[in-house]
């Protein structure tokens, strides 16, 4: 059995790798959840990775059903061969339309399954798929055939919380909720991302971050990904480390702020609170 | 095997299952813990927890169930809510340290502060640990404080290697059952909708199709119909001024959920009860005042009104013509609750005041019965029924 590991660009604390390997080991579904930009949807690809298994992703919206991850009949285009008289229209199998999960089950080898954002989808949607997950078989009523997996899929389920998810599918997964990193494992991050990025501009935006996160008001709180970006931003630009010292600056706002602040309420409590700062200092 | 463990996990509050018991061992058999106690914690974890919030809670329980760690004795330590705490650190503080330090870095910087602060008076007062209690301004006392339940003094989170992984209980700000940010409203609110469909038809009606087919003799006959919309309309009185301040937080989370979720959204003002005349804006009051009757006449009865307000006030300004406190009203107030709540038929209140109070205040009982019982709290439960009742 393939073990999990973290990858050179992919940090994994050892809660998480335990977490997956369960998972893999008693091929159940991993419900992921925590902050946006924390590296939910990058697990799975890593996840694929690690255990060199192809990854198939089901992104879910608002309007997706479950239906839609396992089969659609296409009954227009049915309609329509009938009406040129195609000879194919005899045969419904040719309307079946495969989805994420029929493609998942069919493959030759194990694949990795990534149900992306599963609360964005109606509140029922997560029910539907129970039988699926926990058989990891279903039924196609058209042509009366039962589509079981050849290897059960390592599924990744991941969720941003915007609704609360059944009990019955919640005791049939195992759960990691992935925790804001640490300094040190945020340092971590960065440099299995940006290998050479200069030492003393790692550490004062680091500072920089921390601080911007330590700010209670703020609507949306910069995660990992957009301290990323913002890093990206400040090598391209060639900032200087000291540009980043708010202490002896005169504003406190950080350069290029965008990457970091997203919407301009954040961006405006942030002017008034270097406007504070100001009339501190002078 | 851990039967005991699920039991006191079970006890605490988190629901761990049977399934999950049994997923558990069989991980245990296949190996995945391996022969580390930290390893086992973090598969447990994984197994038998499934929100967030309860991770605090099984933390808790496995330091009990396999460290012999005893719990305070009483209740189950509950987390002190930061409003007390707050007020713990402006009875501590000046006011220009406060002030000071909410520049500085808000909550956590307030603190850290606070807590050196009670380290440096615990030295001074030889009491020691009972500091608190003994001061007799403490708004703890009534609570049964206990400085171990509390523990502001925890450094064993700055030093995450000292301790064992569960010990740090790294997951405390997430077991708050009433965390309530215009996130979760939102998604309360979002009970509310009402789908219709209006405007350009774009998508295909497969059913109408699949009849005006079969109807035509077989040739096929596409039909359209409009997308689905949210078309449920909802009316906003919000109560401001006087004894609203304290509530002005969460009623501006509340406006911002309600404006992001709701395309038609109409809001207007009053203060303490309805009388005859609303306004748009707080600031420019008296140019945007309408009276209450021409609300009335643009919004028909299919719009849902919600009052935002926590009712307190003198009983006289509900039942007595001339009663408010600002201007003379010809028409009591029960008499424009009488028309709102005719008018709209439906109606809900919301008040930001904790339900427990409610049959102390004389104002709140009154309007509650004007409002036939719907007067719902201010909660994310409360949201919940208020969007259930309302979208019936």
Partial sequence: ?282 | MFAPFILALRAAGVPASITEYLALLRAMKEGVAGFSVDDFYHLSRAALVKDERHLDRFDRVFGEIFKGLESPSGEAPRELPAEWLRKMAEKILTPEEMSQIEALGGFDKLMETLKQRLAEQKGRHQGGSKWIGTAGTSPFGAYGYNPEGVRIGQEESRHRRAVKVWDQRQFRDLDEDEALSSRNMKVALRRLRRFARTGAATELDLPGTIGATARNGGSLDLHMVPERHNAVKVLLLMDVGGSMDDHIRICQELFTAARSEFKHLEFWYFHNCPYERVWRTNRRRRETERPTMEMLRTYGPDWRLVIVGDATMSPYEIIQPGGSVEHWNEEAGQVWMGRLTRHFRKAAWLNPVDQSHWRYTQSITILQRLMENRMYPLTLAGLETMARELAR
């Avoid at chain 1, 050892?14 to 091929?27: T, Y």
């Fill in chain 1, 1 to 282: 059995m393939a073990q999990f590991k973290g990858t050179e660009n992919y940090v994994a604390s050892r809660e998480l790798e335990v977490a997956v390997n369960a998972s893999v080991a008693l091929q159940r579904p991993l419900l992921v959840k925590g902050e946006p930009g924390t590296g939910k949807t990058v697990l799975a690809q890593e996840i694929a990775k690690a255990l060199g298994y192809p990854l198939i992703e089901w992104h879910i919206k608002s309007t997706t059903k479950a239906q839609q991850g396992l089969y659609e009949y296409d009954a227009v285009s049915r309609l329509r061969d009938g009406q040129l008289g195609d000879p194919r229209v005899h045969d419904i199998a040719n309307y079946i339309v495969r989805g994420k999960l029929w493609d998942a089950f069919e493959s030759e080898q194990p694949v990795v399954l990534l149900i992306d954002e599963i609360d964005k989808a109606d509140i029922e949607f997560p029910n539907d798929l129970l039988l699926e997950l926990d058989r990891m078989q279903f039924f196609v009523y058209e042509t009366r055939k039962t589509i079981a997996a050849r290897h059960r899929p390592v599924v990744i389920i991941t969720s941003n919380n915007e609704k609360e998810l059944p009990d019955a599918f919640l005791r049939r997964c195992f759960f990691h909720y992935i925790r804001f990193p640490d300094r040190e494992t945020m340092e971590m991050i960065v440099r299995a991302h940006y290998p050479d990025i200069r030492r003393d501009l790692l550490r004062e935006a680091l500072n920089v971050f921390f601080d911007i996160r330590e700010v209670n008001e703020l609507k949306k709180k910069p995660a990992t990904s957009e301290l990323l970006d913002w890093l990206k931003l400040l090598t391209i630009e060639d900032m200087p480390p000291e540009a980043l010292r708010s202490s002896d600056t005169k504003t406190a706002i950080p350069p290029l702020y965008g990457a970091l602040l997203k919407n301009e309420q954040d961006v405006h409590l942030f002017e008034r609170l270097a406007f504070l700062a100001r009339r501190r200092g002078g």
